[in-house]
């Protein structure tokens, strides 16, 4: 068996508070291959923002592993870099420091100052927000402020990037229009990405494949659907594309037949 | 495209330029419009209610069995300390300005030390749950002892009334200080932690680039009631160690019925007090700026 990029075994997760033990995780086995973008679905409470986070490092798993490149993880890093739903920026930061920040921490030996500047620059640039570098995130929109936290992700150069809904706060307007950027990026910079959401239009856009989550407690990986779509994807033409329609008819049957939430209204 | 741009621009110029002249004027005379309402609005009530009460103080004290002195008699009887806060006989014999000064230098002294202490303190607290289960109890029993109790302890031990007054002052601001910078530091929010973690940012860069500016809120209100309690301190501790300094002063006027010089050390201590408890709240505004906002 050839070992992959990114690889999730038998990882299972239990929180015990007091007598009480809850199984959130069993079994999560995944591979995932270099430059392939994969997204996570699944009802809310399933437990895929916990994948995300053992991926991370911030959890550790109760069993299982997880291989990155060959080593395993255990605490989080800088080659696992986040994009939280909440842009989690520093407030007294302003859009440029909050790059500098991570770039200067990272790149403190293997870069000159100069060169530094010229990266945290340059990873605005990507994410076109150059014309607010001296703004503080109170100043600047929900959309901005989660073009500065991908372009702190970027920054430092992740093996894998992992977005944890990061287009959930937005509006449909701002999400469809970050969505493209994120596409165009990966394009340029063919990283290997996981993204949690719950948006199905979302993961069969963006991704290659699709893990779909079955609901908690002791939720598992259900299905894994490949999307097999050419790249670049355009909303306007998929949106009356029948392979399109299909996969997405694949992921909502998933998440409301096969997978119905009883217990929400 | 570039003929449409030029229809658009034209009619624009004008429009942009007539306004101008005309608001030329306009600000000079909005400035001063501005300045009157602010003036009248800011200043006319404070001084409107503050006429009133030297007028009751006047009219209640000026009967000749009043026990203390009216206003007029007061600026009367105190005119050579209100003229000149600068003099200096010697010993305790020294202007007002004086007096205060050696007030403020020992809450100087006991407030830094409170200062630093009481944030590495909170810090901790707030960092270790160890030490906050430790050190707790220990704290919410201290902070309660007022004040001027700690007195005879610390003259015991300090053997003398200069560093007992300053560690006076000390205890009594550090509480507020310890309080106030733990539950900040506790309410870090996860995700900056998150952050601190994946970019692996050390102890000491994770404590000045993400500690210090998201519990700086919290600890700077710590710091504003801290300030205010060694000054109220302070007073009530110098009466009982003498020597130059507002508290003995007034204790002071008081033996040798100088009632007026009492007025006019309280009103000193007022607002010194108000200028200290200013002060902070601008520096606090200052480093915060932007913090508290998301």
Known sequence: MAASYLQ??????????????????????????????????GHSGCGKSTVLNIVAGLLRA????????????????????????????????????????????????????AERHEWTLRNLEMVNMTHALNKRPAEISGGMKQRVGIARALSMEPKVLLLDEPFGALDALTRAHLQDEVMRIQSELKNTVMMITHDVDEAVLLSDRIV?????????????????????????????????NHYRHQVLSFLYEKQRKVDVA | MNSRANITSVPAEPLVIKPRVADFKKPLVGILKKWKTFLISRFLPPLIVMTILVGVWELTCSRPDASLPSASAMLEQSWELIVNPFYDNGGN???????????????????????????????????STWALRGLD?????????????????SLAGFQDSHPSAIFVIFITAIWPIIINTSVGVRNIPEDYRNVARVIRLNGLEYFRQVMLPSAAPYIFSGLRIGVGLSWLAIVAAEMLIGGVGIGFFIWDAWNSSLISDIILALIYVGVVGFILDRMVAFIGNRVTRGTSAG
């Open chain 1, 212 to 244: 779909m989550m079955t609901n908690g407690p002791s939720a598992t990986i259900g299905e894994i659907l490949k999307i097999d779509l050419p790249r670049p994807r355009d909303r306007i033409t998929l949106a009356d594309d029948p392979t399109y």
């Open chain 1, 62 to 113: 109760t069993s299982g592993v997880v291989i990155l490149d060959g080593k395993e993880v255990n605490d989080p890093g800088p080659d696992r870099s986040l994009v939280f739903q909440n842009h989690s920026l520093l407030p007294w930061l302003t859009v440029y420091e909050n790059v500098a920040l991570a770039v200067n921490k990272i790149f403190k030996h293997s870069k000159s100052a």
């Open chain 1, 8 to 41: 999730i075994e038998q990882v299972s997760m239990d929180f015990t508070r007091g007598d009480l033990t809850s199984h959130v995780l069993q079994n999560i086995n995944l591979k995932i291959d270099k430059g392939e973008y994969i997204s996570i679905i």
């Open chain 2, 137 to 153: 109890p220990v704290f919410q029993v201290l902070r309660t002892v007022p004040p001027l109790a700690w007195l005879p302890l």
């Open chain 2, 93 to 127: 014999d020294v202007g007002m300005a004086w007096q205060i000064l050696a007030s403020l230098e020992r809450v100087a002294y006991g407030y830094l030390i409170a200062v630093v202490v009481g944030v590495s303190l909170g810090v901790l607290i707030g960092q």
